[in-house]
T-cell receptor, first 120, second 117 residues
């Protein structure tokens, strides 16, 4: 099975530009997560979805950040307008619902390769 | 709130040495899960192990072993006969139960392991 797919792998943009990061979760996974990794703050959960519905976006730093999941196989994280302090690696992860039997243990999150964002 | 402490920022060893990465956690939940992830230089996060709080049995997988001790709130990770390919940042994580019933992950700051030939 393919893992979590993220695109682009690297993004360099200028301050003020809109940035869109994309994620395709593992097929059959009910949960999708967006994380941000920086040297200063480590790995932070930004938002997560259950069955395409945003459940908790308390980690989203500002209104400049928005995330959508129009269907079970695609999600986007958008930053508009971008700022230099948004430079980080953004990870998408997915998991089965808790208590799901068979296959991988429930609650285990599988991460994509990440998108390294640089805002100049 | 849940907290994960990985006190070792960086560890350097020579190939074939054994190395233990420490993880200490704090939680008020009675049921929780602990995880280890590996982040090699290529950047992706690779799942290594998941352990629930009721299972204190140590686990061994090849050269990797994990020691879970509830009494000391620790979940340490040992690599036996380390290899250069083990060089990576290793993250310990703890589940935190949200009001929704779902358990999110709280990550430690990571331990960078450098294995030299």
């Amino acid at each position: 099975d393919a893992g979590v797919i993220q695109s682009p792998r690297h993004e360099v943009t200028e301050m003020g530009q809109e940035v869109t990061l994309r994620c395709k979760p593992i097929s059959g996974h009910d949960y999708l997560f967006w994380y941000r990794q920086t040297m200063m703050r480590g790995l932070e959960l930004l938002i997560y979805f259950n069955n395409n519905v945003p459940i908790d976006d308390s980690g989203m730093p500002e209104d400049r950040f928005s995330a959508k999941m129009p269907n079970a196989s695609f999600s986007t994280l958008k930053i508009q307008p971008s700022e230099p302090r948004d430079s980080a690696v953004y990870f998408c992860a997915s998991s089965l619902a808790p208590g799901t039997s068979g296959g991988s243990p429930p609650d285990t999150q599988y991460f994509g390769p990440g998108t390294r964002l640089t805002v100049l | 709130a849940q907290k994960v402490t990985q006190a070792q920022t960086e560890i350097s060893v020579v190939e074939k040495e054994d190395v233990t990465l420490d993880c200490v956690y704090e939680t008020r939940d009675t049921t929780y899960y602990l995880f280890w992830y590996k982040q090699p230089p290529s950047g992706e996060l690779v799942f290594l192990i998941r352990r629930n709080s009721f299972d204190e049995q140590n686990e061994i997988s090849g050269r990797y072993s994990w020691n879970f001790q509830k009494s000391t709130s620790s979940f340490n990770f040992t690599i036996t006969a380390s290899q250069v390919v083990d060089s990576a940042v290793y993250f310990c994580a703890l589940s935190e139960k949200l009001y929704t019933g779902f358990q999110k992950l709280v990550f430690g700051t990571g331990t960078r392991l450098l294995v030299s030939p």
